[in-house]
Nanobody
């Protein structure tokens, strides 16, 4: 079993910064990628930023230039540094990991419980 635990969400004024962290624990063969998604009530969950173990990154258009994803592979941790936050960034942010479990050949998706980020207008 794989568990993802996020931390670092909260309330921040427009233009402020937050750093989200997510620690993965469990047993697996390999981690293919880790990243962050967000979801606003009533809307689909959307990609914010993703970082593969090979070092490839992908950002949403709204995250480019303001957010930065990084990983500490030794600690199985992924971070999301968010700068210049705006009210439209308000959402629940979910950690995601694409992990190959023991006995399997392709990665499965695992999710954290989510952490709220609120930027009041």
């Amino acid at each position: 079993q794989v568990h993802l635990v996020e931390s670092g969400g909260g309330l921040v004024v427009p233009g402020g910064s937050l750093r989200l962290s997510c620690v993965a624990s469990g047993n697996w063969l390999a981690v293919h990628a880790m990243g962050w998604y967000r979801q606003v009530l009533g809307k689909q969950r959307e990609l914010v930023a993703r970082l593969t173990t090979a070092g490839h990154t992908k950002y949403s258009d709204s995250a480019k230039g303001r957010f930065s994803v990084s990983r500490d592979n030794a600690r199985n941790t992924v971070y999301l540094q968010m700068n210049n936050l705006q009210p439209e960034d308000t959402a629940v942010y979910y950690c995601n990991a694409e992990i190959v479990l023991v006995g399997e050949y392709s990665p499965s998706d695992f999710w954290g419980q989510g952490t709220q980020v609120t930027v009041p207008s």
